[in-house]
């Protein structure tokens, strides 16, 4: 507990320092460029960053940080054709901090596409044990705001979205634990959308706050305890379920957040054993692609990875590859250490 809160303190010290100092160019190193395209033919392109933890109160310091990346993202010379926020938007799920993310939001023309997926921090509203509550209810408080900042209309915690031909799927927790609640019904609906999407024959992209049980080096990635039990710090008891639909199709990719791991290699002895990109194999022999996202408020000190906030990927699809491309989008940098080329089945 003590050093998570420590890790915490620091970590927003850090994040005034960079909402000050980006701007007035303190920052060491030469900006790499706008967003573009890595190669000609683009099919579809978009930005994925989790973990804002937007708050109502210091607004210079939250909203601030996040709209140095929404700036770059705007900036882009080849325009996103979405930005998905992977959870925890905001720190307890107030309805002032999702005025926050709103207001940061109309300032800029990120993308014509806006992903918004539930984290575990966004279900602690001020009506957590009454989900459903009609007035200021999780599940409304989310309906309303994907309805405000992407023009959706949503009455469950999971959609999905086509761009480009390109499945794009939400999953989300149904209750407010640290760890996600699928129910059945979510459940059957994913896998209807897979097989929907599998028939495009071009990549399919799940969007889940909590990675898959035992991936990124959970569960000890989680707090770092090497007793902690196998579901701590992910999906939790429905992962296995949602992993069985991932496994019956090919060209998936499965992106995270929630850890606060920085960018990392696998193969790094450095800190904690895991890698930002893992692969498992399918039913087919093949492998998905799981990717997990960096906190883009915080540092991270403890799992022995890329130490920067501001952080997270670019993903391009091209015919026959996926390139995966870490970016500072706070500081407006390429970290090309990290980046993935993943090439597609069939």
């Known amino acids: 507990m003590f050093l998570s809160i420590f890790v915490k303190l620091v970590s927003l010290f850090l994040s005034v320092f960079m909402t000050v100092a980006q701007p007035l160019g303190m920052i060491e190193g030469k900006m790499q460029g706008k967003i573009t395209h890595a190669e000609e033919n683009c099919r579809v392109s978009f ?17 601030g940080m996040l709209e140095l990346g929404l700036q770059d993202m705007a900036d882009a010379r080849d325009k996103l054709d979405a930005v998905a926020f992977v959870g925890d938007i905001t720190d307890h799920g107030y309805v002032d901090q999702w005025n926050v993310f709103t207001d940061a939001l109309s300032k800029y023309d990120i993308a014509d596409n806006k992903l918004i997926v539930v984290g575990n921090h966004d279900t602690w509203g001020p009506n957590r044990e009454e989900f459903d509550n009609p007035e200021d209810g999780v599940q409304v408080t989310f309906s309303k705001y994907n309805k405000l900042i992407a023009g959706r209309d949503v009455s469950t915690m999971y959609y999905s979205e086509i761009i480009n031909g390109c499945y794009f799927i939400a999953l989300g927790s149904e209750e407010d634990h640290t760890d996600a609640y699928l129910s059945d019904t979510q459940l059957q609906w994913f896998a209807g959308e897979m097989a929907k999407a599998a028939e495009t024959g071009l990549p399919i992209f799940v969007f889940m706050h909590q990675p898959i049980n035992k991936t990124h080096g959970l569960p000890y990635n989680w707090e770092l305890k090497k007793d902690d039990p196998d579901e701590e710090g992910g999906i939790g008891n429905e992962s296995d379920a949602v992993v069985a639909i991932l496994k019956q199709y090919d060209n998936v990719f499965y992106i995270s957040g929630h850890i606060h791991a920085g960018y990392k290699k696998s193969d790094s002895v450095i800190g904690a054993e895991y890698g ?4 498992m194999e399918n039913n087919n022999g093949n492998p998905i692609t799981l990717i997990n996202l960096p906190s883009y408020l915080y ?5 022995g990875g890329h130490l920067a906030n501001g952080c997270g990927w670019i993903v391009e699809v091209y015919d026959g590859e996926v390139l995966l491309r870490a970016r500072n989008f706070a500081t407006g940098t390429w970290i090309k250490l990290y980046d993935e080329t993943v090439g597609l089945v069939g």
């Open 47 to 63: 930005a994925a960053i989790s973990d804002i933890h937007l708050r109502g109160n210091f607004k210079f310091i939250f909203q």
């Open 276 to 279: 930002s990109v893992e692969y």
């Open 299 to 303: 540092f991270d000190f403890i799992h």
